[in-house]
Nanobody
């Protein structure tokens, strides 16, 4: 099992910034593409961003493009999501997940392990 643990969520005001972290255990973190998803109450889990194994390639949902930045530090077994210019619509539980076979990054079925999630609440 490869536990993934998210942290960094919180309550902020519109326009503020947050940085989420996703810490992975094990020695094989650098072997896998990773992604961030979010789920708001009453809504389906949606894709936010994804990153390739080396960090060279990144992908974003249109709703966060230009505001969010995904990155990873393979030496620290950690992935990050820097979120700027936060909006109330960004309020959700944010999950990190592992994409073991480097499949389509925007679909949940490409991911096998998920973290427990971290709550982000943006007030207007």
């Amino acid at each position: 099992q490869v536990p993934l643990v998210e942290s960094g969520g919180g309550l902020v005001q519109a326009g503020d910034s947050l940085r989420l972290s996703c810490a992975a255990s094990g020695r094989t973190f650098s072997n896998y593409a990773m992604g961030w998803f979010r789920q708001a109450p009453g809504k389906e889990r949606e894709f936010v961003a994804a990153i390739s194994r080396s960090g060279t390639n990144v992908f974003y949902a249109d709703s966060v493009k230009g505001r969010f930045t995904i990155s990873r530090d393979n030496a620290k077994n950690t992935m990050y999501l820097r979120m700027n210019s936060l909006k109330p619509d960004d309020t959700a539980v944010y999950y990190c997940a592992r994409n073991p076979f480097n499949l389509r990054p925007e679909t949940t079925t490409s991911y096998d392990y998920w973290g427990q999630g971290t709550q982000v609440t943006v007030s207007s």
